[in-house]
């Protein structure tokens, strides 16, 4: 069970960043696609908010994949 909260630790750390360029990418299509105020509005508050989800999404990883959440027996 400590190897699987490694290795989906290790997985953790590359959603992080992976999810933060998609969003982006994402959120630049839109703005492109409906250029007005609103839009570009919705996607910097989405951007923002999103950002410390990511950045805790590879702490998060980070502490599993060096092993801060085994169980001891």
């Keep these: ?3 699987l909260r490694k290795w989906l630790g290790l997985i953790w750390m590359l959603m992080g960043p992976l999810s933060m360029f998609y969003l982006i990418k994402t959120a630049l299509h839109q703005v492109a696609v409906h250029p007005v105020t609103d839009t570009k509005i919705q996607w910097a508050v989405f951007v923002v908010i999103f ?3 990511a ?3 590879c702490i998060f ?3 599993a994949w060096k092993g801060e959440y085994k169980r001891q027996m």
Aim: aromatic content about 16%; glycine content about 16%; hydrophobic content about 50%.
């Design 1 to 3: 069970m400590n190897q």
């Design 51 to 53: 950002i410390p989800i």
């Design 55 to 57: 950045i805790g999404l």
């Design 61 to 63: 990883g980070w502490y």
